[in-house]
């Protein structure tokens, strides 16, 4: 199972957690209405009776207002995890992915500069440049706006802008570089005691798998460390990083 597939399955759980949670709040809205109904209206209250019985109507609305909310917070969560297009190294196809990514930065960044070489240039006119600007793939909007002055002072794409995203193009060459050593790199098993230790580069993981549950200190020291435990794959694991490779090393001399 990929990443990809991995992101669609926890999406759809908090969906359904989301749904049931509507209908929780709907059946409690339903309830606390029909004992709503049993009271007429501006009817004092009678005895402890009566006060506990509306106290209950309070708390089930309660229950009704407390899982609309936990349906909202469900619903966020599945909307967060459909729309992260964040590129991880343990994608199957992050190397395909890496190089989409930067094909369209510096796409970007080359109609960025030209349009700004064109719409500053000082012989060329208005109705010149707008047509090359469209000729660039600009919409009508887009070299519009190039024509506004923006808070810097300046017609054209901002400096800032074309920094950060150069900055961005030279983030995404480091990633793909690494990501290509790791997709080239075989996996390596080896055992400290009686645990077996995977390096697993393809999914970019440093993996425990143990004879049983570890005791709790030993679980503390793993959280520590960076571990977490990966019910799909069975064991402890951590980025395989600086961190993650001391304490492994660290424990081989024990």
């Known amino acids: 199972m990929d990443r990809d597939e991995r992101q669609r399955i926890c999406a759809e759980r908090y969906r359904t957690l989301s749904q049931k949670a509507v209908q929780k709040a709907e059946d409690a809205y339903q309830r606390s209405k029909s004992m709503s109904d049993a009271i007429p209206m501006g009817q004092p209250i009678h005895g402890a009776a009566d006060r ?3 106290e209950k109507i ?5 229950q009704s207002v407390k899982h609309s909310e936990k349906a909202g917070y469900f619903a966020e969560k599945a909307s967060s995890v459909e729309n992260n297009t964040s590129i991880y190294l343990d994608d199957d196809n992050a190397v395909e992915k890496l190089e989409n990514k930067l094909k369209e930065l510096e796409r970007v960044q080359e109609t960025m500069k030209a349009a700004n070489k064109i719409i500053r240039s000082k012989k060329t006119s208005e109705v010149e440049k707008h047509d090359k600007l469209v000729e660039l793939g600009l919409t009508e909007s887009q070299v519009s706006e190039l024509f506004v002055s923006n808070c810097f002072g300046e017609i054209g794409f901002a400096s800032c802008t074309i920094t950060n995203n150069g900055a961005n193009i030279r ?20 055992s400290i005691g009686d645990i077996d230790v995977v390096e697993n ?29 990966s019910g ?7 980025y395989i990083n600086y961190s993650s490779k001391l304490f492994i090393k660290k424990n081989q001399g024990k």
């Open 232 to 238: 799909i794959n069975g064991c402890w694991q951590a």
């Open 171 to 190: 983030r995404i060459k480091q990633q793909l570089e690494k990501a290509r050593t790791m997709k080239s790199m075989e996996n390596k098993e080896y």
């Open 52 to 54: 506990k019985y509306r």
């Open 58 to 62: 309070w708390n089930t609305m309660g």
């Open 201 to 229: 580069y393809s999914e970019n993981r440093i993996q425990l798998f143990f004879d049983g549950k570890p005791d709790e200190a030993v679980r503390n020291e793993l959280k520590r460390n960076g571990f977490r435990w």
